[in-house]
C-alpha cells in the first residue's frame, strides 16, 4: 500500500493572493498545491477580478489589463514552476490534525504542514438580474470605485452609489474626482457612516442623496443608463439616469468552512494576531488577500500578503513554531569578501 502523501503547502483559493503565494511557494521548492475552487455562482477560480474587464492600478501594465487575462498569466505563473491546481473547493479542514486534514468538494482527503487562506471576499449585490449581468461583462456597474471609478465610461457622467455606512461615504467622495454628480442612494433616512465620514459627503457640492429610497431595476443593455428607484415610505418609483452604479453595501468573506477552525473577526474575516505577519491563531495556517483584509481590497495589496504568507509558511515548516511567535533565527553567515 501506497504512502499517504503530505502535502508541504495547500492553498486555498486562486485570485491575486492565492497566485502569488503559489509563485513563492513553488520557487521555494514547497511543491505547493493550489485548490483554486469549484465554479459556483457565488464565486469562480481566479477571483473577484474575473468579474472586471479593465484593470488600470496594476503595476506593470501602463495601458491597463483585462481582469480575467491578468488573473490567467499569473496561474500560467505558478504553473511554469509547476505548482499543481485542482478546481476544487476545500470544504473542511481540521485543525487537531498533525498534519491538517482537509476534505475537499468531491470527496478528497488532503494532508498538509501549512494551509495558506487566500479564499477572498464577495462583494455583496442587490440581487438584480441586470445587476448581474453588467456587472460581470463591464457595462457599468461596479463594486469597486477604487478600481473602476477612473476609467474613461465614468468621467463626467453622474454616477450612482448605494449604501450608508462608511464604504459608501468613501466612494461617493472618491468618485467625485472623476464624477459631474454622484448621487448616494440610500433606503433609509440617515446614514449609518460615522458622523466625519457623512459630513464629509453630504457637504461636499457633488454629492446629493436619495433618501428613503431602494434600486428595484438596473437600465441599458450593453452599459448602464440609468436606475428604477422606490420610495420606501410612498411605494412611488421613478428613473433616474446615470453613467454608472457603484454598489458599497459591504463584503462577506468567504470563511464559512473555517469557523470553528481558527480565529475570525465578527464579520467573518479571518484574524492574524501578529502586525505584519500572515500567521492565524492555528500554528501553521496563514491567511492571504482579502480574507483577512476588509481595509484594503486590492489586486495589489492581495499579492502582496500572497507573498507574504507563502515566506511566512517556508519559515515555518523550516523553524516550526519559533517562527510564528517573534523568535529570531539565526541567519546563516554571509560569504567572506575577497
Not at 453595501?249 to 474575516?269: C, M, Q, R, W
Not at 484574524?271 to 496563514?286: E, H, K, N, Q, Y
Amino acid at each position: 500500500m501506497a504512502e499517504e502523501k503530505i502535502e508541504n503547502v495547500v492553498i486555498i483559493g486562486s485570485g491575486p493572493a492565492g497566485w502569488t503565494a503559489a509563485v513563492y511557494a513553488a520557487r521555494a521548492q514547497l511543491d505547493p498545491v493550489v485548490f483554486e475552487g469549484a465554479p459556483s455562482r457565488e464565486m469562480i477560480p481566479g477571483g473577484q477580478l474575473m468579474f472586471t474587464t479593465e484593470v488600470e492600478n496594476y503595476p506593470g501594465f501602463p495601458e491597463g489589463v483585462d481582469g480575467q487575462a491578468l488573473m490567467m498569466s499569473m496561474r500560467a505563473q505558478a504553473e511554469r514552476f509547476d505548482t499543481r491546481i485542482v478546481t476544487e473547493d476545500i470544504v473542511e479542514v481540521d485543525p487537531s490534525s498533525r498534519p491538517f486534514l482537509l476534505r475537499s468538494s468531491e470527496g478528497r482527503e488532503i494532508r498538509a504542514r501549512t494551509v495558506i487562506v487566500a479564499t477572498g471576499a464577495r462583494a455583496n449585490w442587490l440581487g438584480l438580474e441586470n445587476e448581474e449581468r453588467l456587472a460581470q461583462t463591464g457595462g457599468g456597474v461596479s463594486a469597486c470605485a477604487v478600481c473602476d471609478g477612473a476609467l474613461p465610461a465614468f468621467r463626467d457622467q453622474v454616477l450612482a452609489v448605494v449604501g450608508g455606512g462608511d464604504s459608501a461615504m468613501e466612494e461617493a467622495t472618491y468618485l467625485t474626482k472623476f464624477a459631474r454628480e454622484v448621487v448616494i442612494v440610500h433606503r433609509r433616512d440617515a446614514f449609518r457612516a460615522s458622523p466625519i465620514m457623512a459630513t464629509r459627503a453630504l457637504e461636499h457640492p457633488k454629492i446629493r442623496v436619495e433618501w428613503n429610497t431602494v434600486v428595484t431595476e438596473v437600465l441599458g443593455e450593453d452599459f448602464v443608463t440609468g436606475i428604477r428607484l422606490q420610495d420606501t415610505e410612498s411605494g412611488e418609483e421613478r428613473e433616474l439616469e446615470v453613467g454608472g452604479l457603484f454598489l458599497a453595501i459591504g463584503h462577506t468573506p468567504n470563511t464559512a468552512f473555517l469557523k470553528g477552525v481558527v480565529e475570525l473577526d465578527e464579520s467573518g474575516y479571518v484574524l492574524t494576531p501578529t502586525p505584519w505577519r500572515t500567521a492565524t491563531s492555528v500554528d501553521g495556517i496563514f491567511a492571504a488577500g482579502d480574507v483577512m483584509d476588509d481595509y484594503y481590497r486590492q489586486a495589489v495589496t492581495a499579492a502582496g500578503t500572497g507573498c507574504m504568507a507563502a515566506l511566512d509558511a517556508e519559515r515555518y515548516l523550516a523553524h516550526g513554531a519559533d517562527a510564528e511567535v517573534g523568535v529570531e533565527v539565526p541567519a546563516e553567515p554571509a560569504p567572506a569578501g575577497p
